[in-house]
């Protein structure tokens, strides 16, 4: 288990480097950290690799110029040196804070080693790993929640992109998602955007 003193420091160093990354990372981590609760809890995994990765997982945004993302073409936005960066930026920092708070050495290794991949699905999946499955999938099902997709309007003001981006998205769930909870989670995210 994470003791709520220790996600209490997690978060109180991650909101620094939050509230200096792109608009609406902070929400997001929210998001993300509440989803991957349900997913510890129904599929099982280990909460100190889980909730730590996911409150951590996007502070490296905070230290990136992110303009060549607002600026790629849609299909090219995923490939952007910021992109990569913020996840080696990630990684690094939150390395940095695990060990001032005297987290486990393996399970910061294992933590900085999904951050370091976390926005490429085809590496995270590759791992056959359940925590790194987990974070993956917490982190991507955010990105489906109507709330969280009109957050790009701020970083991707075209909207002829944002429809490829919405598209991407939707071809590609059915691979991206392999455990039936965030598959049963997407469902009602669809179901619930239909309806809106």
Do not use: C
């Not at 420091?9 to 990372?25: I, M, N, Y």
């Not at 502070?59 to 910021?82: L, Q, T």
């Not at 910061?108 to 499955?133: F, Y």
């Not at 769930?173 to 619930?192: P, V």
């Amino acid at each position: 288990m994470i003791s709520a003193r220790e996600e209490g420091q997690l978060w109180a160093q991650a909101v620094v480097f939050l509230e200096q990354g792109r608009p609406g990372d902070l929400d997001h981590t929210r998001a993300v950290v509440a989803n991957g609760r349900i997913l510890l809890a129904k599929e099982g995994g280990n909460p100190r690799v889980v909730i730590p990765a996911l409150i951590l997982h996007d502070v490296g945004w905070g230290r990136v110029d992110f303009s060549d993302f607002i600026n790629a073409p849609a299909e090219a936005k995923r490939d952007v040196e910021s992109v990569h960066m913020h996840m080696r930026y990630g990684a690094q920092i939150a390395s940095d804070i695990l060990s001032n708070i005297r987290w486990d050495d393996e399970a910061i290794r294992k933590i900085t080693s999904i951050i370091a991949v976390h926005d490429i699905p085809e590496k995270v999946l590759a791992l056959d790993d359940l925590d790194a499955t987990l974070v993956f999938e917490a982190d991507w099902l955010d990105k489906y929640v109507p709330e969280r997709q009109n957050r790009y309007f701020d970083v991707v003001p075209n909207r002829t992109e944002l429809k490829e981006i919405k598209e991407y998205f939707k071809a590609n769930r059915s691979r991206w998602f392999r455990t039936r909870t965030s598959r049963e989670l997407l469902d009602q995210i669809i179901s619930r955007r239909k309806k809106a």
